[in-house]
Every structure is written in C-alpha cells, then in structure tokens.
C-alpha cells in the first residue's frame, strides 16, 4: 500500500514515458467543479478581508509551481523527473509531475496550514528555564510536511499509480525534506514577514512562475 523509495524499473520509466502533457483525452466536468471550489474559498476569504490567509494560499502555491517547473526542466535534462504522475490518476496533467486535482489541492494548502496555526501565531512550545522554544510556525510546518509526505508515499504505492517514482534515491524522507518542509515554512511564515519583504517574496516567485512558463512551455522544455 505504501511505497517509500523509487524502485528504478523499467515499468516505472515506461509510465513515464507514457505521460500525455496537457491532453484532454481524459477530460471530464470534475475539472470545473474544482475550479469553482477554489474560487469560492479564496474569494470568500478576500471578502472577511483575511488577507493574511490568502498570502498564505498563494505564497504555497507560488513556491509549489517553481517545484514543479523544476521537476519537468530535470525530466527534461536527465529524461526523467524527480516525480510524476500518471495517465489513469487524473483529468489533465498540467506539467510532468503535477495533474489539476493535485495543483488545485495545493492552492489551498497553505490556507489550510495557516488557519491550523493558533490564534497567536507568536506561541512557542517547549519554553522552559528560560530557553526560546521552538515557534508555533515551525511545527505546524514540520506536521504538514510529514503529513504530506506519508500520503504521498501511499499514492506511489497506488494500483494506478497516482504518483510515479523513478529514482531508486528519491521517496519519503527527500520529499520530506526538501519539498514539503519549504511548502509549509513559507505559508506559515510569509504572511507575518514586514510587508516590504513580504511582497518583495510574493510578487518575485509569480513573477518567476510566470516568466518560466512563458520561456519555457513554447520551446517544448516543459
């Protein structure tokens, strides 16, 4: 049921080489249902005026696109990414490793982790003897990020292979790491930043995102 590690096979490489980019062979009205959803939960936080919680959506978001641009610019490189996922998982795959259901889920995450914070987002735990603790912000980002990670361990384990691990080197504990932790750390942390920096951060990432796509989808790269 669960799957910790790439395997290296020669099945794996063969799902990825199936994978249909941005085709609508499997197209369905979920599509749009999703869509709605998602903007129904932004614009309704933007009309409470909890501008915090949706710099906390986009700042996620914003730094799950430059993951996944990334991820295809590897596969691209080395012929296979880091992650992917497969044909029989989804609607519409939107890069190599990331299909709309699993980008729009990711829109929300870090609404999700931010409204999880307590309602002073300055508590420290383990405050003790006059040592500082570890802030409220961190282990929240620290939860998510394993959270994330085991269940994305169960979809590499999946029959239709939801999530598709090449790399005998790469599973639970680099995803841990180096993906979901830097998730969580700027949703949690972004929109509490000086309002200087925090712009600075929001408006360079999709500004980044937007130029990466523009580049890089019409020379085929990604």
Known sequence: MFQFWG????????????????????FNWTFIFILAVVF????????????????????????????EIANAVIGHVFGYPLWSVSNASTTFIVLIGVCWELSMMFSLAGIISFKMLPQDRNKRYFVKNGRRGISCKLVGALEMALLFALFESFLAGTSNHSFIWVYKWWG???????????????SNYVPDMKPKARNAFLFGEWGMVALLLVILIPLGVI
Do not use: C, M
């Open 7 to 26: 395997d290296g096979s020669q099945a794996a490489k063969d799902l990825v080489n199936a994978i249909r980019v941005r085709s609508t062979e499997n």
């Open 40 to 67: 129904y939960v932004y614009w309704s936080e933007i009309h409470k005026k909890n501008y915090d919680v949706v710099r906390a959506g986009f700042a996620l978001y914003g730094v799950h696109w430059l993951y």
């Open 172 to 186: 639970v504990l680099p995803v841990f790491v180096t993906t979901y932790i830097p998730f969580f750390l700027a």
